[in-house]
């Protein structure tokens, strides 16, 4: 009998595509006196990609903030009469 044929999830097809870069590329020649000179030059490239998958955003909640440990909040100024009293 006929079976239902499973179909592609819908959305963004994976196969190549041409993408067009801006790339930094060097460039070798020789001048006048036949040393060789590298420039460097951004040019246009078409590159054959397949196209990254489109990111999805978690909506969870964040993480907490650590809490800090160490030392503890400072004391008050003892006053001066503390020092001579016994121990």
Do not use: C, H, W
């Given at each position: ?33 036949g ?6 030059t ?14 999805k ?31």
């Amino acid at each position: 009998m006929d079976e239902p044929q499973a179909e592609d999830e819908p959305g963004p097809s994976r196969a190549p595509t041409r993408i067009r870069e801006l790339r930094t590329v060097q460039e070798t020649t020789r001048d006048d006196e036949g040393f060789l000179v590298t420039t460097t030059t951004k040019k246009m490239v078409e590159t054959d990609k397949i196209a990254p998958p489109p990111t999805k955003k978690k909506a969870g909640n964040p993480p907490p903030p650590a809490s800090k440990k160490g030392k503890a909040a400072p004391k008050q100024q003892s006053t001066l009469t503390d020092y001579f009293k016994k121990k």
